[in-house]
């Protein structure tokens, strides 16, 4: 298995922007697809953002055209650039790799967004 330590979020206004990190220790060799999802109270894990080995990109409707997720492949890291952050996007936001096809998850970071 692997370790996944993500960092990053905060506390800013509406249209501001944030960046998160997600690093990845351990045997890291085996991991394909990494992503980000996310949970608001009350509601469920969703998708934000996913990213192949071969940097194939896939986003959620709602942040298409302001999130871009990249990967450092030397150092297994995962970003999550963030920008023209609206109050809806204020959640918890979990890093995922693909490891072997099982899915391994970090601790998560809060991001909120005021009004």
């Known amino acids: 298995q692997v370790l996944l330590v993500t960092s990053g979020g905060g506390l800013v206004q509406a249209g501001g922007s944030l960046r998160l990190s997600c690093a990845a220790s351990?045997?890291?060799?085996?991991?394909?697809?990494m992503g980000w999802y996310r949970q608001a109270p009350g509601k469920e894990r969703e998708l934000v953002a996913t990213?192949?080995?071969?940097?194939?990109?896939n986003y959620a409707d709602s942040v298409k055209g302001r999130f871009t997720i990249s990967r450092d492949n030397a150092k297994i890291t995962l970003y999550l650039q963030m920008n023209s952050l609206k109050p809806e996007d204020t959640a918890l936001y979990y890093c995922?790799?693909?490891?072997?096809?099982?899915?391994?998850w970090g601790r998560g970071t809060q991001v909120t967004v005021s009004s």
């Open positions: 351990g045997n890291t060799t085996p991991i394909s697809t």
């Open positions: 995922h790799a693909l490891w072997r096809n099982i899915d391994c």
């Open positions: 990213i192949t080995n071969s940097g194939s990109t």
